[in-house]
């Protein structure tokens, strides 16, 4: 028996619906704090992260191979 326009349109909302529903969910995790780690700037001084607590900051991880 085929699919009707309707069945599928009603499984493809309550499917978006649910997908709505659990990110909200999660999305109430975040912002998070992030994890006390080192950087190594490339001077060779070291940074915590932590000493920039409460200020906007910006990481880039780049992997080269």
Request: proline residues 8%; aromatic residues 10%; glycine residues 4%.
């Amino acid at each position: 028996m085929p699919l009707r326009y309707t069945d599928f349109m009603m499984r493809t909302t309550a499917v978006a619906l649910l997908a709505l529903a659990a990110g909200a969910v999660w999305a109430s995790d975040i912002p998070r704090p992030s994890p006390d780690f080192l950087v190594t700037l490339p001077d060779g001084n070291l940074k915590k992260v932590a000493d920039y607590r409460g200020k906007v900051l910006c990481l880039t991880f780049i992997l080269t191979t």
